[in-house]
């Protein structure tokens, strides 16, 4: 299994600045994925993440909003750049074991 | 693409009652497959997988799912339900290192 820390929990932003969230796992992974997942709505992936290279971005999301950094196997971060109030959502890093996916707690963002 | 249809958006049972929720996947080979609970604040937590061996799975806290290939289903199920099960509960599929979940059921249990 998989324990993976997630920071911060919750936050509340102003429209236009940008907020990184950081997630560590207790496991080298290769890919680490980020997900996005708005109110009432289910998970919609947003990037994954491999130690070395760039992120691979999923449709609908780029590199300049949603830039990634995956600096070893055991972390990486999300940043939510320029945000507006579309942007409020839960967001949650993944990873994956034994065909299983496991989670952090999520990290809930409110743009004001 | 690989995907899960979840039917119903929202259940609601008595306590006590039979908890049942539905999810059909999409695919002409049969995948592995996921049921993940979510409870209010938290982030996901799995409660059983199909991965191909017995095509009933038992999984945490009381529940169980049934891998149906004739109906191309994977519907989670408990005998009983009680009031610490209200929670959201997505069905996954995973293919290619790749999850794919289903919108969702949020689960209400009536005292």
């Not at chain 1, 709505?41 to 691979?56: D, V």
């Not at chain 2, 008595?14 to 995948?31: D, F, I, M, T």
Request: hydrophobic fraction near 35%; glycine fraction near 6%; charged fraction near 15%.
């Amino acid at each position: 299994s998989a324990v993976i820390s997630q920071k911060p929990s919750r936050d509340i932003c102003q429209r236009g600045t940008s907020l990184t969230i950081q997630c560590q796992v207790d496991s080298q992974v290769t890919m680490m994925f980020w997900y996005r997942q708005q109110p009432g709505q289910s998970l919609t992936l947003i990037a994954t993440a491999n130690q070395g290279s760039e992120a691979t971005y999923e449709s609908g999301f780029v590199i300049d909003k949603f830039p990634i950094s995956r600096p070893n196997l055991t972390f990486s971060t999300l940043t939510v750049s320029n945000m507006s109030p579309e942007d409020s959502s839960i967001y949650l890093c993944s990873v994956e074991l034994a065909t299983e996916a496991f989670f952090g707690q999520g990290t809930r963002l409110t743009v004001v | 693409a690989q995907s899960v249809t979840q039917l119903g958006s929202h259940v609601s049972v008595s306590e006590g009652a039979l908890v049942l929720l539905r999810c059909n996947y999409s695919s002409s080979v049969p995948p592995y497959l996921f049921w993940y609970v979510q409870y209010p604040n938290q982030g996901l937590q799995l409660l059983l997988k199909y991965t191909s061996a017995a095509t009933l799975v038992k999984g945490i806290n009381g529940f169980e799912a049934e891998f149906k290939k004739s109906e191309t289903s994977f519907h989670l199920t408990k005998p009983s339900a009680h009031m610490s099960d209200a929670a959201e509960y997505f069905c996954a599929v995973n293919r290619g290192n790749q999850f794919y979940f289903g919108t969702g059921t949020s689960l209400t249990v009536i005292p």
